[in-house]
Nanobody, 119 residues
Framework: QLQLVESGGGSVQPGGSLKLSCRPS??????IGWFRQAPGKEREGIAC?????HYADSMKGRIIISRNHARNTVSLEMSGLKPEDTAVYHC?????????????????WGVGTQVIVSA
């Protein structure tokens, strides 16, 4: 069973930055995505990486997803954070080799890392 471990969450002030990291328990060839879930809201896909990087409009321009095959990690750099970005951020492995931000295409999920943006 593939396991995913996220790290890097925390509390920041509005306008701040965070870098999240996702480490699968083994090498993954499929697409990997980052999702977030705010209290009372559905889980939302924000970025994924296959042979290229793909972003949802909600955070485009403020996030960068990157994949390091040598270290077997996928990072999500976030900047210009807003209070509405407060959520639990999850990484997930797709059942497909190509990216989609549809959470139904992802079969393995991490437990998430909490991001709180507050003054």
């Amino acid at each position: 069973q593939l396991q995913l471990v996220e790290s890097g969450g925390g509390s920041v002030q509005p306008g701040g930055s965070l870098k999240l990291s996702c480490r699968p328990s083994r090498f993954v060839a499929e697409a990997i995505g980052w999702f977030r879930q705010a209290p009372g809201k559905e889980r939302e896909g924000i970025a994924c990486v296959d042979f290229a990087e793909h972003y949802a409009d909600s955070m485009k321009g403020r996030i960068i997803i990157s994949r390091n095959h040598a270290r077997n990690t996928v990072s999500l750099e976030m900047s210009g954070l807003k209070p509405e970005d407060t959520a639990v951020y999850h990484c997930a492995v797709s059942s497909l080799s190509l990216c989609t931000l549809d959470r139904g295409s992802y079969k393995y999920w991490g437990v998430g890392t909490q991001v709180i943006v507050s003054a």
